[in-house]
């Protein structure tokens, strides 16, 4: 009962029409000449749902608890930045990717390199990071349509887990982080450089310094809907920002061992607890 999902169990992504579903992406992903396990490619914004999606994944306000996954002994190397373009899905079938020295080593230095790259309406799914994630994820998106990161898992989180950078263009990023985890960021889990709105749902973060992060002393349009969250272990904040008239809603947030749950935001903040 219940009304579970249909089509082989295969729940939707949930949100806006013709998001695809959580099997889907294209197809089997083609692997690249020469890359060891094979790199799955991205694969474009019109393909055709799997019959069977992984497990672990649900639509919000349904979603089974995120676990935290152990990162293959035997990763993929990924040496240059995977590149998602606008409307493209990338889908990792579960698979681990570590970056190779060419991205950087992981650590906290500036200037490293992103794993993955997602243009406006990519979608990066079923994916856990590994030991050198780099500078994990960037969005750098030319318009407004909504970015989608759905069971992708930094197991430890080099210089940050994902930005929002600035540089695509777009006036506002619309970004949803869904049935993912983050483990072992030093500093910030997610950092926004730019304008953004930001939804995440059923997410599990430990061993951070800052879970959510706008660019420091910068004045800019933030609207944060944070959902289903599990944080242990936050030695800065949970959200952090100096942004004045900053829009933050929160339900279903649970904290253990974390400083400063929301005093490091300024006065003005718009704060609506769910």
Not at 76 to 105: H, M, R, S, W, Y
Request: no cysteine.
């Amino acid at each position: 009962g219940g009304g579970g999902g249909g089509g082989g169990g295969t729940p939707s992504l949930g949100g806006g029409g013709g998001t695809p579903s959580i099997g889907g992406g294209g197809g089997t992903p083609a692997p690249t000449p020469g890359a060891g396990g094979g790199t799955p490619t991205p694969t474009g914004p019109t393909g055709t749902p799997s019959p069977t999606g992984p497990t672990g994944t649900g639509t919000s306000g349904s979603a089974t608890p995120v676990s935290f996954p152990t990162a293959s002994s035997n990763p993929t190397v990924i040496n240059e930045t995977i590149k998602v373009g606008p409307g493209e899905t990338f889908d990792g079938g579960g698979k681990t990717f570590t970056a190779g020295k060419a991205l950087g080593d992981g650590g906290q230095g500036e200037g490293q390199k992103p794993m993955f790259e997602l243009a406006e309406g990519a979608t990066l799914k079923n994916v856990v990071l590994g030991d050198n994630a780099a500078d994990g994820v960037h969005v750098r998106a030319a318009s407004e349509k909504a970015v989608n990161v759905d069971n992708v898992h930094w197991t430890n989180v080099g210089e940050d887990a994902l930005t929002v950078k600035g540089e695509g263009g777009a006036k506002v990023t619309n970004l949803n982080i869904t049935n993912s985890s983050a483990q072992g960021a030093n500093d910030k889990v997610f950092q926004l450089n730019a304008d953004a709105n930001v939804n995440v749902d059923n997410f599990k973060v430990k061993d951070f310094g800052t879970f959510m992060r706008t660019n420091g002393g910068q004045q800019g349009d933030w609207n944060l809907d944070l959902k289903n969250i599990s944080a242990e272990n936050g030695k800065f904040s949970f959200v952090k920002s100096d942004s004045e008239g900053l829009n933050l809603s929160t339900s279903g947030i649970d904290l253990k061992n974390v400083e400063n749950a929301y005093s490091k935001l300024p006065g003005s903040t718009n704060h609506k607890e769910v």
